[in-house]
């Protein structure tokens, strides 16, 4: 039986992690120091005999007793806001984090999959982002805590994989939507789908000219699964390519949630991306994969989700977060 850890384990994408591989028939260990994560999303798994937690940093040391086969690592704040909050703990975890998880691959004969991210092709001046692509990324802006964080994470990865011959897989994940997502963390889907809720009017920063591709979690995760089964150590784009203007973003979210409200314009953050749209030739030739769910079917799934979380949630703020 395989045993893996997966840090950022109550996290969105980190809690799907975990119900995939227990499904698979895998010993899943979580790991998260919940700062941004929510045990809430792995309650469920908590009483399973497959199933353990640890409460820990790992931008510190990691010990996991036993065996392991594989490692994820999904932890790391991913939203604007989160990495504005909290600076250092982004740097940190992708970086530090990364090297402490690298450091117990090797101990433990593991292979590992770490998390990169779309990010790392900055405001791209390529369209559609291949991987070949190096990427526009301002390193002093608000988000070069994380796009550097993640740029530096794939180099100290293919380094262990090429010095030690570890076992590595790099994934870019493109922005990805489901069950789970914060509903307070300051993403565009979250964001409009609460205040469509709320009986507040939708916020466009900018213009809402600037494009993103949507992708459903399931697809995601299991674009993941095959990327970890697959023997490729070359960074993988793992997103939907269905692209769409955040103004026709906000008019779907409208017509879905039947919201009354309008949208109002915002100011646009500094160094926002224009565009973004995954080029996943590289995913469909290598794993056989590309996705499956339509935004007009992932969204509503989403948004039932939202709509059915206890009312307070709704009125959650931002204000305590980071202070964990
Ligand atoms: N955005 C918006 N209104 C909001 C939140 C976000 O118009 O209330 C825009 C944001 O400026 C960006 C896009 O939506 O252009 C996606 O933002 P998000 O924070 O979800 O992710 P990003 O892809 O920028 O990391």
Known sequence: MSRILITGAAGFLGSHLCDRYIKEGFKVVGMDNLITGDLKNIEHLMKLENF????????????????????????????????????????????????????????????????????????????????????NVNPVGPRGVYDEAKRFQEAITMAYHTYHGLETRIVRIFNTYGPRMRLNDGRVLPAFIGQALRGEDLTIFGNGSQTRSFCYVDDLVEGIHRLLMSNESQPVNIGNPSEITIADFAEEIIKLTGTKQKVIYKDLPVDDPKQRQPDITRARSILGWEPKVTRQEGLKITYDYFRNLPNEELFKDHKDFGKK
Do not use: C, M
Request: charged share 15%.
């Open 52 to 135: 353990e937690f640890y409460h820990h940093d790992v931008s510190k040391y990691v010990h996991v007793p036993g065996e392991l086969n594989y490692i994820l690592h999904f932890a790391s704040p991913a939203s604007p806001i989160d990495y504005l909050k909290i600076p250092i703990q982004t740097l940190k975890v992708s970086s530090l984090g990364t090297h402490n998880l690298l450091g117990l691959a090797l101990a433990k004969k593991a292979r590992i999959l770490v998390a990169s991210t779309s990010e790392v092709y900055g405001d791209p001046l390529v369209h559609p982002q291949t991987e070949d692509y190096w990427g």
